[in-house]
């Protein structure tokens, strides 16, 4: 039996000035091919050879295409349990890149050579059942078109293409290749390593390019990563020259110095149009392997591409596949007329007798590996890779129907077995098999993993070496923020860069900045601003700076927090220290006075305006005195408590004690008054109960204040920077200012009787010195409170003990030094005659 496996169309377009060499070149004549009994034949149409302008050009990077295809055969061939007693063959058609050639070499297949005689073959019996096409989706689709009335079986070995997943438009097509749905999570974790933000992108109009846009787009917004310029490139599905040309300004100007491309063959072939004549440096190109600039060495534009990075499907390497192209030799296949070409053009061979078929004068031991340029890769390409699992694929795919033919028709021998390429569809539909290097294939759309990705390093050095090292990987399916694997040490970057390129919109801000975004501008250009008060930033490009904690407070640099320590209104500082001095100078001075008027005590001066009241006064200033020292040291729950409510109670009893003296001043005088009746007020000591009962109130208010929210302990960890502050907190400020108040109505009380009788006629009378002090008293306090509600911490605490010893020493000086001047320095003047004296002198004056 004789099948025929039919054409790989396998194309690109170099120039719209081309026409295609075949067999008939060089002499040669075309001739039909002729094959063995039972073989099975693969035709490969490849763009192997162009002419343009009379110049010869041999595309040798398809040819590795090929070698796949009949490696592949081989392989099959000489493996017993895959198509038994079966052989496959091969065949090769030159094809060039347009929709003429293409139908042309189509119609050549299906009727023969020079026979376009559509539904008639020449060929003789051929059973053709499948066709193999590539690398171009536009080809695929051409080609798709016209085999679709025959209902073949297509299997495309480029890229996965959106433009050929209509099932309804292409239902006879099949895709080999994986799909690229995480490559655009790949470029960006790629991105994401280098920390490049600031990238442009171009791409080739259609659904490829809205698509790669839209997901690039989608996953550069997740990870923060803006796009200075999207270039869209039209190509004719005809001509595949552009319509408009791409300004290399922008290209050039961009502060972007990543540029990431997408688009296949077809796409680079318009770009290098756009670009030509144009060297670009200092760009690091990102780009896929449909995008191969290997096959265009010779465009002057390349040199801008040495350093790129490309992400290519991951795939195993073939057990044997190099040793295979080490043997490769037009003596061991001398049928392959391409073969013998590429001997001709690149080991200086001649043909004998103008026959293209025999070579004279060739290279001794000359093979593959010894190509000039070293333009020949052996590595296995990711087309070649879809070339041998499309070749395998079929294979299985005829073993399953024939072992089912065999199956439903026992007594039939398998050569005898007819069936028609569209009865292969179901066998092709669901095929899953493991091939040679032990992956899994699969043709089931559905089925379909996503790729793995190598990323490899493009080199471009003098002397036409240009070598792809593979740099990386890219696993979609590998555990979060371990998909990618790089070594950057390998990495050649593009011309002009000596150490790893940054492509950003704005420089990094460091620790202690924010980033803010003036309006308008997109998130990666930027502006950096220092971190608020007491907050930080201890990371690179924050949004926002963090807040310290209550016991933290940030560094000067807003990179670090740092731990506070207590702090506290304590003897070992300079402010407690001078308080404290301050009130114990103060405490001893009124013991001394008190000590003097005890001495002094049968003087008139001391006997004058109630001598009990005096001593009760100065025994509570001396108290007053002492009461700064519950507000300096570490608090504690005592002091806490003592502090306002002692301070409040001792000053209630120096106001009422003064406002009793003035009252007492103000009764003795009407009691001296004719017709007074008045002088048992005096005689009964009536005044001296004015001080029990202001301080029986004060008492009162006191004890309801620390029955209901007494003070406590607190801490204050705003107030100071690097300090928390441990204080007393009044519990109840209500209350504090109640206490506050009352003590304030008794000096304004106090005050006001003492200045109405500053005037009356005595010659002890203190009125004049109460009216002085009460005016100090309330000066003090009044002054007070603004200043204590504007102070934060223990300056706070300070204020308030300054208050209490200023107002204690106004009335301990405006009261009594006056006295103790005439007690110490004016004896004669504390007697009955002084007194006498000083009374005559008044009245006669």
């Not at 149409?45 to 002419?51: D, G, K, N, R, V």
Request: hydrophobic share 40%; with cysteine; aromatic share 14%.
């Amino acid at each position: 039996m004789m099948l025929f496996l039919p054409f790989m169309f396998l194309v690109l377009q170099y120039s719209s000035y081309v026409y295609s060499l075949d067999r008939s070149y060089c002499g040669a004549k075309t001739k039909p091919s002729v094959y063995k009994d039972g073989e099975m034949v693969i035709a490969a149409f490849l763009p192997l050879f162009t002419i343009v302008l009379d110049s010869f050009i041999f595309f040798f990077h398809f040819f590795i295409i090929v070698l796949a295809m009949v490696f592949a055969i081989e392989e099959i061939n000489q493996n017993p349990h895959l198509l038994p007693n079966v052989s496959l063959g091969y065949d090769i058609y030159n094809v060039l890149y347009n929709e003429w050639w293409t139908l042309d070499r189509c119609i050549t297949w299906l009727s023969g050579p020079k026979k376009y005689i559509p539904n008639y073959s020449c060929r003789g019996e051929v059973k053709s059942v499948a066709v193999l096409t590539g690398v171009s989706w536009i080809i695929s689709s051409h080609i798709a078109t016209l085999l679709e009335l025959y209902k073949y079986p297509q299997l495309t070995i480029g890229s996965f293409d959106l433009n050929l997943n209509n099932h309804d438009q292409f239902p006879d097509l099949y895709q080999m290749a994986s799909k690229d749905t995480s490559l655009s999570c790949g470029i960006v974790s790629l991105l994401n390593y280098f920390h490049w933000n600031w990238v442009g992108l171009i791409v080739s109009e259609g659904q490829k390019g809205v698509q790669i846009i839209s997901d690039l787009g989608a996953e550069m917004d997740r990870n923060r990563i803006c796009i200075d310029f999207v270039e869209m490139l039209p190509v004719s599905k005809v001509s595949f020259l552009a319509s408009r040309k791409l300004n290399p300004t922008r290209l050039l100007k961009s502060s972007a110095n990543v540029i990431i491309t997408y688009g296949d063959s077809d796409f680079l072939r318009g770009f290098l149009f756009y670009l030509k004549h144009t060297l670009v440096t200092m760009k690091v190109w990102i780009m896929t392997s449909e995008w191969d600039i290997t096959l265009h060495s010779k465009h002057f534009i390349l040199q801008s591409f040495h350093g790129s990075l490309i992400f290519s499907h991951h795939h195993k390497e073939i057990s044997g596949f190099k040793n295979f192209t080490r043997t490769v030799h037009p003596s061991k296949y001398p049928e392959d007329f391409y073969l013998t070409r590429f001997w001709f053009y690149f080991f200086n061979c001649s043909f004998a007798d103008d026959d293209c078929t025999t070579l004279e004068n060739c290279a001794p031991n000359a093979s593959l590996h010894e190509s000039p340029r070293n333009a020949f890769d052996m590595v296995m390409t990711e087309y070649a890779y879809n070339t041998y699992n499309a070749v395998y694929a079929v294979a299985h795919s005829l073993h399953e129907m024939l072992l089912h033919q065999t199956e439903v028709n026992p007594i039939r021998k398998a050569e005898e077995l007819i069936f028609s390429a569209w009865q292969l569809h179901p066998f092709l539909k669901n095929m899953q098999f493991t091939n040679p290097a032990g992956e899994q294939v699969n043709l089931d759309e559905k089925m379909k993993l996503n790729a793995d990705y190598d990323i490899l390093n493009y080199w471009n050095f003098p002397e036409g070496l240009e070598l792809k090292v593979k740099v990386g990987q890219f696993s979609p399916y590998g555990p979060f923020g371990q998909q990618l694997s790089l070594s950057e040490d390998m990495i050649e970057w593009a011309t002009g860069i000596t150490e790893t390129p940054q492509s950003v919109c704005s420089e990094s801000c460091g620790p202690g900045f924010r980033k803010s975004l003036p309006e308008g501008n997109v998130a990666c250009c930027f502006v950096c601003t220092p971190c608020p008060e007491n907050e930080i930033s201890n990371e690179m490009d924050v949004d926002r700076c963090v807040k310290c904690l209550d016991h933290q407070y940030a560094n000067t640099e807003g990179s670090h927090c740092l731990q506070k320590s207590m702090t506290f209104l304590d003897y070992d500082d300079p402010l407690g220290i001078g308080l404290s001095c301050t009130a114990l100078c103060f405490s001893a001075l009124s013991a001394l006075v008190l000590g003097i008027f005890v001495k002094k005590r049968n003087t008139p001066i001391v006997k004058a305006n109630n001598r009990t009241l005096s001593y009760i006064l100065l025994i509570t200033l001396n108290f007053c005195f002492l009461c700064p020292f519950l507000f300096i040291g570490h608090p504690n729950t005592a002091t806490c408590i003592l502090q306002q409510t002692t301070f409040g109670v001792l000053f209630t009893v120096a106001v009422s004690t003064i406002l009793a003296k003035t009252i007492t001043v103000v009764l003795a005088y009407k009691v001296t008054a004719p017709g007074r009746r008045i002088r048992w007020l005096l005689v009964t000591r009536a005044p001296n109960f004015i001080v029990p009962i202001c301080t029986l109130i004060q008492i009162i208010l006191c004890g309801v204040w620390l029955g209901n929210s007494p003070p406590f302990i607190d801490t204050d960890a705003h107030s100071e920077h690097e300090h928390i502050i441990v204080l007393c907190n009044k519990g109840s400020v209500t209350a504090f200012y109640c206490m506050l108040g009352y003590l304030g109505a008794l000096a304004l009380g106090s005050f006001t009787v003492a200045f109405l009788a500053r005037n009356l006629p005595d010659a002890f009378n203190e009125a004049k010195f109460l009216t002085f002090s009460m005016l100090v008293f309330c000066s003090v306090w009044v002054t007070f409170l603004p200043v204590y509600h504007s102070t934060k911490g223990k300056v706070m605490v300070a204020v308030e003990v300054f208050s209490i010893l200023a107002s204690s020493a106004g009335l301990l000086g405006c009261i009594f030094a006056p006295k103790c001047y005439i007690i110490l320095l004016r004896p004669q003047r504390n007697s009955i005659q002084g007194l006498k004296d000083k009374i005559h002198y008044r009245y006669k004056a």
